[in-house]
């Protein structure tokens, strides 16, 4: 009896390990897109967008703060609306302005955006998971949206992820289950910015990683567009769509052809 009993054990054992393994090798090597990407938009030179500074929100960490210092060295004004409690050390050190606006209060997000003549509004407000009531993914970036039309300011890029809108589906299934929740927010938003009547672009990136940049990434008006890029990429393409008027009322997938899994990302 002891001796089925090891065995089954040992079996079981390996059935284990073989799932891993195929968890694994799902995750790392074929959890990607072989969907080649229609309506790739080329790359073009960058116009200002006006002559008023540009307010990005969710500029003080992580892509939004790449795309502050890409504005920077175009030579824009920027100012990035942060908490109270913010560190903003190295928007000062870009020579960044601040101004204080909690995303989840209106009437804070509203003063702000009303703080100066904006040219343009870039928001990359999102959390991955957490307390729905504490979440920027629908409530913050309609307070954006609200203050924009209410102030007059036309231009606005919004960075999103893939699943949400009519990209719906197209995220691997991992990605989609575990970020099931931020997409239906993210969703609302897009479709709040888009009955507003402002200039929109908005932008979806599949998997994000704080790698280096490939240069390769690109635009595409393809929902079923997917693959992994590096946020510095994602900047790069969020700046040139803020610079190009050809990108109003356009929803894209940032597609970087040579990150289509996420072991690409890893495998520099």
Do not use: C
């Not at 003080?60 to 175009?74: F, M």
């Not at 109003?248 to 289509?260: C, H, L, M, N």
């Amino acid at each position: 009896m002891l001796k089925w009993l090891g065995r089954i054990l040992k079996i079981t054992g390996y059935a284990v390990v073989a799932l891993v393994l195929v968890v694994v090798a799902y995750v790392f090597w074929l959890s990607g897109s072989s969907h080649e990407p229609t309506n790739i938009r080329p790359a073009t030179a960058y116009t200002s967008p006006g002559e008023g500074p540009i307010l990005v929100f969710g500029g003080n960490r992580a892509t939004g703060l790449e795309i502050v210092r890409r504005l920077r060295e175009r030579g824009e004004p920027v100012t990035v609306a942060v908490r109270a409690s913010s560190d903003i050390r190295e928007l000062q050190a870009l020579g960044v302005a601040t101004v204080v606006a909690d995303a989840l209060d209106a009437e804070q997000v509203r003063a702000a955006v009303a703080s100066a003549p904006y040219s343009a509004i870039v928001s990359t407000l999102g959390t991955t998971r957490g307390d729905q009531a504490r979440r920027p993914d629908y409530v913050g970036n309609r307070n954006v949206v609200d203050a924009a039309v209410a102030a007059g300011v036309k231009r606005f890029v919004f960075i999103t992820v893939i699943g949400a809108g009519e990209s719906a589906g197209t995220a691997p299934f991992p990605a989609s289950r575990f970020l099931a929740e931020v997409i239906a927010l993210k969703t609302r938003a897009e479709d709040h910015l888009k009955a507003s009547g402002l200039d929109y672009t908005i932008i979806r990136p599949g998997g994000l990683g704080d790698v280096g940049a490939t240069g390769t990434a690109v635009l595409a008006e393809d929902p079923q567009a997917f693959s992994y890029i590096s946020r510095k990429d994602l900047a790069d393409l969020a700046v040139q769509a803020l610079g190009d008027p050809s990108t109003i009322g356009k929803a894209y997938s940032a597609y970087d052809p040579s990150r289509k899994v996420i072991w690409d990302m890893y495998n520099d």
